[in-house]
């Protein structure tokens, strides 16, 4: 049977909806009437490790058939980031018909890595094997802001035909377990083809030909000076897109998952949603992140379902597992007094929380394994509600980068036994922690971390840090 891609219908559900909730109160039933795609429960799979997601993303590409459109905020220069590329030339010339197209961070892929030499970064990479195999693997460069430290291109999620491999793993050595060392996320496939349109849509409808967008493989990208007021144009309309679909019901032996879209503090509909997520909390809460920095709407969220008595998880990376981390023999860079700014603040909240923490009400728990680093974005509600998610859960992800995520409405329960083996291979390697003492307190950091961070608390620039960071 031939392709084709659908349409998006003129009316999405999700719109109108999302009027009638805008300012209410009532959450839960408003969590409950989210439109969704109904999804087969058999077509949702969790995967387990990344080597796991490594393979799977390889295996999908080679058997891709008609497309392969991808979202990352970077495909590295590295081993990893080469074989993936590699991959993707060779479906090409395996099916001439593919349509394979990439969509990068603009600035993130025309820069070197932070404390390296200053290069042309990953776009040097795309343009040479461009040069070596053709045309037909297109990469392009999606700039939401004039600067990258403004905001960043921070979508997620791999569509290879009907398929969507969604993860908040970006592509290169570590994400991908190329060698030894790992940094862990959460990895999901889903089969089903009114998701996969769904988020196609948006990358060929509204990014692909945008005059901000610009393919980084062949060489003829403009400096940013020049597409500065496109760059601008491009923000306006991403803050108001959507992911179109048409709102189905769910059946027996189905789940809904509902694509949602953020850009900016208003109207983002993934911010509010994921607000509505954490309030309608009744028994249990789980929250991933691996910056210990949450927007202050998200805290008071997690503060209000703390003190209405639902058990609430936090699982989060020790900052040695942080990837911004140096350790201590190594040179310092500014960059690494992050995570220990990050561990500053949960220090003050589980302080603020110990009686919790006592009752074993609030659990926190660090991640740390050997020297492998931590990814995990996203949300466990109930036993009904999940949330996918490359959003950070701070307050660059919440007012400056464009994020998109999946919620997971599982009435039926159906997923239950994928949840809790999900979350039982992330403790395997967390500890509970009993006390906000079992933390380090400032003054044991490092000299040069202390000096930063009490210079930066002198002129309240701490904050400012925690709003960009």
């Known amino acids: 049977m031939e392709y084709t891609q659908t349409q998006p219908p003129k009316t999405n559900g999700f719109a109108s909806a999302w009027k009638r909730w805008r300012g209410r109160a009532n959450d839960r039933p408003l969590v409950d009437g989210l439109p969704c795609i109904p999804v087969a429960t058999e077509q949702f799979k969790t995967l387990t490790s990344p080597e796991d997601f490594r393979e799977t993303l390889l295996a999908q590409i080679a058997q891709a058939r008609h497309r392969i459109l991808m979202t990352t905020l970077y495909l590295q220069d590295d081993e990893a980031g080469r074989e993936v590329l590699s991959a993707l030339y060779a479906a090409r010339k395996a099916q001439p018909q593919l349509e394979i197209a990439v969509f990068v961070d603009w600035h993130r892929a025309q820069r070197g890595l932070i404390g390296k030499a200053r290069s042309e970064g990953n776009a040097a990479l795309y343009k040479d094997m461009a040069r070596r195999f053709g045309p037909g693997v297109e990469i392009y460069g999606v700039p939401v802001q004039r600067r990258e430290f403004m905001g960043v291109m921070h979508l997620k999620g791999f569509i290879i035909d009907d398929s969507v491999l969604y993860s908040g793993a970006s592509l290169n050595d570590v994400y991908l377990q190329q060698h030894q060392r790992y940094r862990l996320d959460r990895y999901h496939l889903i089969r089903n083809r009114i998701l996969a349109d769904s988020m196609a849509d948006l990358l060929t409808g509204v990014l692909r030909d945008n005059p901000a967008v610009h393919a980084l493989d062949t060489g003829k990208a403009p400096k940013t000076i020049a597409i500065l007021n496109a760059i601008a144009r491009l923000r306006r309309t991403l803050a108001k897109a959507l992911y179109h679909f048409a709102d189905g019901s769910i059946k027996p032996g189905e789940i809904g998952i509902t694509p949602l879209l953020g850009l900016g503090v208003r109207h983002n509909e993934l ?189 309240r620039a701490d904050r400012l840090v925690n709003q960009v960071m």
């Open 271 to 459: 911010n509010a949603t994921l607000l509505k997520l954490i309030r309608h909390a009744e028994q249990r809460l789980v929250l991933f992140t691996p910056y210990f920095n949450l927007p202050g709407p998200i805290r008071k969220a997690v503060d209000t379902r703390i003190k209405a008595g639902c058990q609430v998880t936090i699982v989060l990376g020790d900052k040695t597992a942080n990837d911004f981390y140096i350790p201590p023999d190594e040179p310092f860079k500014t960059i690494g007094a992050l995570p220990y700014l990050y561990e500053a603040n949960l220090r003050r909240f589980c302080k603020s929380h110990q009686r919790a923490i006592d009752a074993g009400q609030l659990n926190v728990h660090l991640w740390r394994h050997a020297d492998n680093t931590f990814h995990l974005k996203g949300l466990l509600v109930d036993e009904d509600y999940a949330l996918l998610t490359g959003n950070n859960l701070n307050p660059r992800a919440w007012r400056l980068d464009l994020e998109n995520g999946l919620v997971i409405h599982d009435p039926q329960k159906l997923l239950i036994n994928q949840h809790l083996a999900e979350l039982e291979g992330f403790m395997a390697h967390t500890r509970r922690l009993d006390h906000h003492s079992g933390l380090d307190a400032v003054d044991t950091y490092p000299l040069q971390v202390q000096r930063l961070i009490k210079r930066l608390a002198r002129v």
